[in-house]
Every structure is written in C-alpha cells, then in structure tokens.
C-alpha cells in the first residue's frame, strides 16, 4: 500500500497551459505539504495544510493554488505554467499526534515545461 | 531566518569505505535535525533524527550526533554499500518548517 501517492509522475507540457497534480495520503495524517525540487536538487516548502486549512504559503506566485478537499487530499493547480516552474514537485505528509517534522514524502511528479 | 549547509557533492568512495557528510546549521532556539535520503526516481525518506543536543540518531549503520557549540550534525557511517548510493540532505525542523540542505550526492562503486 502506498502511503503518499501522487499523480501524474510525468507532465510533459507547453508554457502558457494550466495543470494539475494530485496527491493523496492513506496514513490518517492530519498536516500535508507541497515541496518543489529544482534542478539542482535543492528542495523548498511552497504550502502547507493542516486539517484542510492553510498553515503555510511561502513566496510561491499567485499562479500556484493548493486545494485540500479533505485532510487525506492536496492537489496543486498550476496556471499559465511558465519555463520556470520545470521542477520535481513532492507532496509530504505529517501527523500532530506523532511528529511534525517526520514528514513522509510521495514519489514526486516531474513537471516539464516547453 | 534558519538555514542548513551541506558539502558539496557528488562525494565518491569505493564500497567499505568510511563515509563522512558534513552539516551545519543557523537557526534561532532549539531546532530538530534530521537526515533525510532520497533514493534515485524515489521521494525523501527519514533516515534518522536528533531532537536535542548531543542526541545521536542512527538509523541502518547511519548516526549523526546534534552538536550544538559547533552548531553541526555530521553524517557518517563505518562501512558503505552500493545499496547507499543516493542524495543525502540534511534538515532543521523550526517554526513549523522544515529546511533542507542543499543535498550530498553520494556515489559508491564496487
């Protein structure tokens, strides 16, 4: 069983266009988390969600827009992707009953943009 | 605001070799520290953690000990695998963020 998972793993699109990652957690968790991964490895929180409610926005633009229909669900909607945002997202998870800092992380979505 | 620095990579060594990983960290109170490893086309997994200092956390032949007056959290192991070839980033936990490293890439050869 998969306990982060998200989708797609691959999006391969052009600059301009609008986009979706989804992220699911089958671990009760109550905090989710969305990270970007640059080329250069170098990775950093962009949100945050505790109970549906957001806890956490970076500097992130405008163009980026979390939704968490329900504490096991955060998806990150993407418009007018640019060059830029080419990028390894990850969605995290964490529980305030254990440890806010023992984040479990998905599998990542490499976002390509042409 | 808190930041971590981690040695540039990509450290190389042959397999049963020693492994050393530096970590220094800039944070306002007491933070947690973490290793994190991420394993190639896979996500970030908790290696091992140290909530205060001189806590050592060891994790599959890992440990790294939280030294607070030189503000450093070291990650070594006796004896690598090819099994260890992976990023390695270090983490602060404080103020409700994590914030990682830049990453170690470690590669080991047979």
């Known amino acids: 069983d998969t306990a982060v998972s998200q989708t797609p793993k691959y999006l391969v699109t052009q600059m301009g266009n609008d986009k979706s990652i989804k992220c699911e957690q089958n671990?009760?968790?109550?905090?989710m988390y969305w990270y970007k991964q640059d080329s250069k490895k170098f990775l950093k929180i962009m949100f945050s969600y505790n109970n549906k409610e957001l806890i956490i926005n970076e500097t992130v633009p405008n163009r980026f827009s979390p939704k968490s229909p329900d504490k096991a669900h955060l998806n990150l909607h993407i418009n007018s992707l640019e060059l830029g945002d080419s990028a390894v997202y990850f969605c995290?998870?964490?529980?305030?009953?254990?440890?806010?800092?023992?984040?479990?992380f998905g599998p990542g979505t490499r976002l390509t943009v042409t | 605001g808190d930041s971590v620095t981690q040695m540039e990579g990509p450290v190389t060594l042959s397999e049963e070799a020693f492994l050393t990983i530096n970590c220094t960290y800039t944070?306002?109170?007491?933070?947690?520290l973490f290793w994190y490893v991420q394993y190639p086309g896979e996500g970030l997994q908790l290696l091992l953690k140290a909530t205060k200092a001189d806590d050592k956390g060891s994790n599959k032949g890992f440990e790294a000990t939280y030294r607070k007056e030189t503000t450093s959290f070291h990650l070594e192991k006796g004896s690598v695998q090819v099994s260890d070839s992976a990023v390695y980033f270090c983490a602060l936990y404080n103020t409700d963020k994590l914030i990682f490293g830049t990453g170690t890439r470690l590669q080991v050869f047979p």
């Open positions: 671990l009760g968790h109550d905090t």
């Open positions: 944070a306002t109170g007491y933070p947690s």
């Open positions: 995290a998870s964490s529980s305030v009953t254990g440890s806010y800092y023992e984040q479990y």
